[in-house]
């Protein structure tokens, strides 16, 4: 709940949280509705960021299905869709071999004709121009940290622009309470294991009829080849090594612009073992033979990491509340075979900005906008997410060869028959903290050393985050017990959190002697993943957004 200060409040018809591809859609898309009408709508757009697009991540093939309906010249407006797909590659790894498997046995929507390479990043800083020009109000640096509430329990908006609160609480200087924007409806499109999301989920139980949300880690870097090395258009995924049969995940390479190289790597976030490094598996694929060719010679220019929502149709939540909506990744609509979210986050945003602008049309506000969940449910995101919603849950069960083989089955029994699957609909069960498995059961990984060539430690790739925090402020990483770590993490599991951050951010110190350990939060170095959020076992770490501003600043990401 919000604090009881006095803050100054402005009134919007609608305000939006995250200047995301959800966000900026639905901002647009209220402005279209109310021009076409003759009328007015105000709206607000509240990012975190520095700027639009400055925490935007992605790998990213992008489907411009939901674009191409949202603002049909978008070529001639100069979308940054850069390259085309001209070739689709998906290869079998072995710790030295490669099996290309055939693209004439994928499923039609593991296809990427007709969709383009690009940076999402940029591609947000243009829709976010488009906004302003039909007249939205965005507030880049602007971090929404609280909810407002009517005196009914619905939301009412946002408190935003807290800063110059210290470490120890006092107020500095240069504090500024914030100011509360209001909203007859209020849009949180926050992106994954947001912090008003969370909250709002679990104060209208909105989760009480889906799945756990299921998440993976999506580490990327963005290189700059040679000319001898660039293929441009080129869509390489893999799977397989260097992750075992039991671990799920596989890479994404990408050839695009100014002689770039999209590379990364998604781990699933429901592995076992808590040795595991999500970030040292990915600097050990570089190395493979299928994969260091296209980046020899080249240099790294950009890095970065973010959770992606995989649980599918089975995990999204209710997605209305009591005076708003949850759009985007904020519920979950990300196509797990395909690697791909930016379309449905956009056709999510769109759907509920048409039902909040006939409610307000209506003379509504502070209610539940039902008829987004029914434009939802009747969409072309909810066919394309029924058609993947066994491709997880088989993974889960039968790894990576066996639920693959059987994912790309049941994919290609829902394309020919209309949605239908021999298997139903799978569940999920356990959520992926749950998933942790105990370190006794599980012997330590030797990760090979970086080399500075292809491979790289974890503060160096976070410097080409450009990441930053004020570092007199509440930390934003908060331990439920600050004992736990320590008293639980460590002897149980092997304290898992130094590991699966990729940014560096956990770590366990000890003494001269080898003893009394400590745990260490170097929150400066947090890329705002979420997956300390998601995945510490114990569930004790909980990511709070920090002041406006802070965080990464992403180039061409």
């Not at 004709?113 to 121009?129: K, P």
Request: one cysteine or more; hydrophobic letters at 40%; charged letters at 20%.
């Amino acid at each position: 709940m919000a604090e009881d200060v006095e803050r100054d409040a402005m009134e919007y018809d609608v305000v939006i949280v995250g200047a995301g591809p959800a966000g900026l859609a639905a901002a647009i898309r209220l402005k279209q509705l109310a021009a076409q009408a003759g009328s007015e709508v105000s709206v607000a757009v509240l990012e975190k960021g520095s700027e639009v697009g400055a925490h935007i991540l992605s790998g990213a093939v992008i489907d411009p299905k939901a674009l191409n309906e949202l603002i049909p010249d978008w070529k001639e407006q100069g979308a940054p869709l850069e390259t085309p797909v001209v070739k689709d590659r998906f290869l079998l790894l072995g710790e030295s071999g490669e099996l290309p498997l055939p693209m004439f046995a994928m499923p039609p929507l593991m296809h990427n004709d007709g969709c383009y390479i690009a940076s999402l990043g940029n591609l947000c800083r243009w829709l976010g121009a488009q906004a302003e020009a039909l007249g939205v109000e965005i507030y880049p640096g602007f971090a929404a940290s609280d909810l407002v509430w009517r005196e009914d329990g619905s939301v009412k908006g946002v408190v935003v622009g807290v800063v110059g609160i210290a470490k120890d609480g006092h107020h500095k200087p240069d504090y500024q309470p914030g100011m509360e924007l209001h909203g007859k409806y209020v849009f949180i499109g926050e992106g994954v294991r947001g912090s008003l999301a969370k909250v709002i989920q679990a104060k209208f139980d909105l989760c009480a009829d889906s799945q756990p949300q299921k998440f993976g880690l999506g580490i990327k870097e963005l290189w700059q080849v040679p000319d001898a090395n660039f293929k441009p258009g080129l869509v390489q995924h893999t799977t397989g090594w260097p992750l075992n049969n039991a671990t799920g995940g596989g890479s994404f390479m990408y050839h695009f612009g100014d002689n770039y190289v999209s590379i990364g790597y998604v781990v699933h976030l429901n592995y076992k073992n808590p040795f595991i490094s999500p970030f040292d598996e990915f600097q050990r694929f570089k190395h493979h033979p299928a994969v260091r060719p296209h980046l020899e010679g080249g240099r790294r220019i950009a890095y970065g990491a973010r959770a992606i929502t995989s649980g599918g149709e089975q995990s999204v939540p209710r997605l209305v509340f009591p005076g708003g909506a949850l759009i985007g990744c904020s519920a979950g609509f990300v196509n797990v075979p395909r690697i791909k979210g930016s379309h449905n986050a956009m056709k999510t945003g769109m759907l509920a900005a048409e039902a909040a602008f006939a409610a307000i049309a209506a003379g509504r506000g502070g209610d539940e906008l039902v008829e987004y969940p029914a434009a939802y449910k009747r969409s072309w995101v909810a066919k394309e997410l029924h058609l993947v919603r066994n491709a997880k849950p088989l993974l889960a069960r039968f790894g990576t060869a066996i639920g693959g083989a059987l994912g790309m089955f049941d994919m290609w029994c829902g394309s020919l028959l209309g949605g239908f699957s021999v298997f139903g609909t799978l569940k999920h069960g356990k959520s992926d903290s749950e998933s942790t498995g105990l370190a006794k059961d599980y012997a330590p990984i030797v990760y090979p050393k970086p080399d500075g060539v292809l491979s790289f430690d974890k503060l160096s790739s976070v410097f080409l985050s450009s990441t930053n925090h004020e570092e007199d402020q509440p930390a934003h990483l908060k331990l439920k017990d600050p004992s736990v770590p320590i008293a639980v993490n460590l002897p149980k599991y092997g304290e898992p959190a130094r590991l699966y951050c990729p940014a560096g951010v956990y770590e366990v110190l000890y003494d001269a002697a080898g003893e009394n350990p400590k745990f260490q939060i170097n929150a400066q170095n947090c890329v705002h993943c979420k997956t300390c959020d998601i995945k510490d076992p114990s569930q004790n770490i909980v990511w709070t957004t920090p002041e406006g501003g802070g965080g990464p600043n992403y180039p061409n990401m």
